[in-house]
């Protein structure tokens, strides 16, 4: 039996389920979606965004309520604009099969008559922002005296953006016998006393660790000249050709700044924070979804509520004031069962609080050096020599071969492929001939990695993301074709179709031999020593590219059952620790 139909859910929504593609319930569905069902109750959820939370409460409530009557029966409460959005666009989609339901996003920055419409027309479930569910209950256009079931989701994010009157204004226009879901990542005193004064004896459940990061996140720092930060950043985007990022800075001013300057230089960024137009807003976010922006420079503010899987990093360029905000930050990476990276830009003063963060996210940093140009370059290469060779060919170039056969001959195959790679490599190689060769700067920044002995071999493997590897994945594996120890690997660096990792030189043996005619399903993994030994201070004339996406590299399984667990995402609490 359909593992969804077993959690309690009608024919309708069993079909939908199947239609999106999902597998197997996660964690938070699987322990409300039966009690919800059950039972009316109230209920306290702490699960992070990327759990799939929205099916947890969405299923049980499309279930629940009655299409036949019009009134508003289910209102669900979300802190943004993105989010409230995106819930109402996963309710249609869970709800395809049931016929007359109708679910109305009420938010700002659109008509608000147009909504008050389509209310009219009758919306059994509401999904709204607060501010504007405030006004619109005000101006009489909703009437919500008929709900039986009320979410509120990302309280503890509604409450951190100031929300809390609004809710209870809000709350104070339902009625007293209706049913309370609450969702939140954290729970902060504001979050528990909203539970107490407004819900009944709510049944409580738990996905994950509180307050802590998501373990599918590898937390590194880089500690750089104050003024080498910028360039630090481009070194970092540099070493990830396929980088989808947000990058965070503390102010409007300076988001504003970096991302033109890294347009400038070539990158595909875009800015987003609190000057900009709703109507930029939307465009960024839409050119950030499609991912035609691959480093979207945001403020913590404007950052909220976004919600896209397949961000691979989040950079931060500065760190934020308070503790919790890294965690939220970094939340950001790492969502639904895939894996992901932040990176932290300091300075040497700095890594005092990064001490402080590892306390509360209950999670160790990886201290690395940002890459000298060899490496940098080492790398670029690799990821041209894979594109080349993963390029579908245009059959359109068969017309002018002739001709340019003419032009290439007696050009050996060697020379050949040398000269290919440096029409995109010599670009590239002009920003770092005349760059500071080792951004690094001193403090304890060279070890912790290297598992202390200084010793290590860097490696280069022909699997990478496009293969299904995430650091993780790729770790466990090397560890078990080895039969070394987790600590034994490390530095997993998982690029688009090739990876790099750090083993001890006293592995070198075992790991050429074993990899010496390894096959994996049918098909030659390749390993070898990487020319760079990452730390070695040598260096070399490399620069800079025009870069463009290669296309969507979205290889992860719509399921939360397999190589991914269930993510979680830090929140921001209100008792808010400051550094
Ligand atoms: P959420 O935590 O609700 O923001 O969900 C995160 C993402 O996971 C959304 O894109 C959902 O469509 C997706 N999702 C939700 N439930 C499942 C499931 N059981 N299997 C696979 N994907 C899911």
Known sequence: MNKFKQLGLNDFLVRAVEDLGFETPSEVQQKAIPELLAQDTDMVALAQTGTGKTAAFGFPM????????????????????????????????????????????????ASITEQARQIKRGAQIIVATPGRMKDIINRNMVDISTVEYCVLDEADEMLNMGFYEDITSILSHTPHEKHTWL????????VASIAKEFMKTPLEITVGVKNSGSDKVQHEYYVVGGRDRYAALKRLADTNPDIFSVVFCRTKRDTQKIAEKLIEDGYNAGALHGDLSQNQRDMVMKAFRTQQIQMLVATDVAARGIDVDDITHVIHYQLPDEIETYTHR??????????????VIITKSETRKIHAIERIINQKFDARKIPNAEEICEIQLYHLASKIKNTKVNDEVEAFLPAVND????????????????????????YYKNASDDLNAGGDSSSRSDNGSGSAVRYFINVGARDGYDWKVLKDFLKEQLGLDRDDIFKVEVKDSFSFFNSEAVHTDLILSTFSEFKLDGRFINVEVSKNTR????????????R????????????????????????????????
């Open 548 to 579: 463009k996406r290669s296309g969507n590299d979205n290889w992860s399984k719509k399921s939360f059952g397999s190589k991914g667990n269930q993510n979680k995402k830090g929140k921001k609490s209100k008792g808010k620790k400051r550094f």
């Open 330 to 343: 970094s939340g950001r990476t790492g969502r639904a069962g895939k894996s992901g990276t932040s990176m």
């Open 535 to 546: 730390g070695k201070s040598d260096r070399g004339d490399f620069g800079n590219r025009k």
């Open 183 to 190: 969702f939140s990542a954290t729970m902060p005193k504001e």
């Open 407 to 430: 032009v290439l001959e007696g050009i050996d195959r060697e020379e050949l492929i040398k000269k290919l790679v440096s029409v995109e490599f010599s670009r590239f190689a002009n």
């Open 62 to 109: 499309i279930q629940k309520v009655d299409v036949n009557n019009r009134d508003t029966q289910g209102l669900i409460l979300s802190p943004t604009r993105e989010l409230c959005l995106q819930i109402t666009n996963e309710l249609q989609l869970y709800s395809k099969y049931v016929k007359g339901l109708n679910v109305v996003a009420v938010y700002g920055g």
